[in-house]
């Protein structure tokens, strides 16, 4: 009796690891959607859309006033045969989302200037935080009229660095520790 018993817990426990191991290969992973690039008369511009960027976890310590930061990074190379990919470009565009308690409002601040966009409920915040409209990749006199390029892509959100290693303690802020694949997205200038 004491043989089945133990036989059974065995079995229960390796059934809900298992379970639990499939159940955590199909939690929604965030990813960067709607790439477009497109220029204007001075620059090359990006339009993009980051879906499934905020967790459970990560909302409820954003509104606890634990400010969160996207980082945006871009890289644009001309590619070429016999050698390495030319690098035109490479630099990051952050994003800090605050949420303040005393006025109910989210503050979302980008490359660290100083007047944030202020916005009254968390849904506005979380479009405005996953939206990369009209990002300025390039100018286009650092191109070559008629070469072909590429872009990569990648959204990330940095660990939270609280006072004093608090962020050992409370641990559920390093459950939304993530970053996006790197997305390519080919684009010419001009007509070859």
Not at 1 to 10: H, L, S
Not at 144 to 152: D, F, Q, S, V
Request: aromatic share 16%; hydrophobic share 45%.
């Amino acid at each position: 009796m004491r043989k089945i018993k133990k036989d059974f817990w065995k079995i229960v426990f390796i059934s809900l690891f298992i379970l639990g191991v499939s159940t955590e290969g199909q939690a929604i992973e965030p990813k960067i959607s709607d790439i477009i690039i497109t220029n204007n008369a001075e620059n090359v511009l990006l339009y993009a859309r980051l879906v499934n960027g905020f967790k459970t976890e990560m909302e409820s310590a954003i509104l606890a006033g634990v400010p969160s930061i996207f980082t945006l990074q871009l890289e644009v190379y001309q590619p070429r045969s016999y050698i390495w990919d030319k690098k035109i470009v490479s630099y990051e565009i952050k994003r800090t989302i605050k949420y303040d308690n005393l006025k109910k409002t989210f503050s979302i601040f980008t490359n660290g200037n100083k007047d944030p966009v202020v916005l009254p409920d968390f849904e506005s915040a979380q479009k405005a935080m996953a939206d990369f409209s009209g990002i300025i990749v390039t100018p286009l006199q650092a191109l070559i009229k008629g070469a072909r390029y590429y872009l990569k892509i990648k959204i990330k959100i940095d660990k939270v660095r609280l006072p004093l290693h608090m962020e050992y303690v409370l641990f559920f802020v390093s459950y939304w520790d993530f970053e996006t694949d790197w997305y390519t997205q080919n684009f010419s200038y001009g007509y070859p």
